[in-house]
């Protein structure tokens, strides 16, 4: 699992120096899909991936707003403040904690059950699921996109 993690991040760094060969303009245009450019879509996974983590630790969430974030110099700042406390929980994970549940309350009043093992494994699809969008829309500007493939990246599996 960590593994998969150190592969997010690192294919996530790749973004990062793949964004600065492209103008500020280019990384805010509206587009399909994703949320809906690829400076916001960069927040997003970078938002969604501290929110589940400070979830797992029933630490209190907050609202960022998203405008605020409109250059790759804030986006990878903002990332460097999560990541920190992403990477120690992460780099914690034992196997143990796969089967401990997380009960989230729902809107409705009804309570929704998941294991952390689940909302880990959420956590890596989700990034993986918007690095295919962005690698759509690099195609799209007439760029190479970053190699999303595992191999050759000199991670490990335990």
Partial sequence: MQTLFQYNWGVREDWYRWCEEVSEEELLKKRTGGMGSILHTLFHIIDVEWSWIRTLENKPDFQEDVEKYNSLKKVRELDA??????????????????????????????????????????????????????????????????????????????
Avoid: C, Y
């Fill in 81 to 158: 403040k999560f990541h920190l406390e992403v990477e120690t929980f992460v780099n914690s994970w034992e196997e143990h904690m796969d089967s401990r549940l997380l009960k989230l309350p729902l809107q409705d009043g009804s309570i929704e059950t998941h294991t952390w093992g689940e909302v880990i494994r959420h956590v890596i699809a989700h990034e993986i699921h918007h690095i295919g969008q962005l690698s759509i829309w690099s195609r799209e500007i007439g760029k190479q996109p970053v190699s999303a493939n595992l191999i050759r990246r000199g991670l490990t599996f335990r």
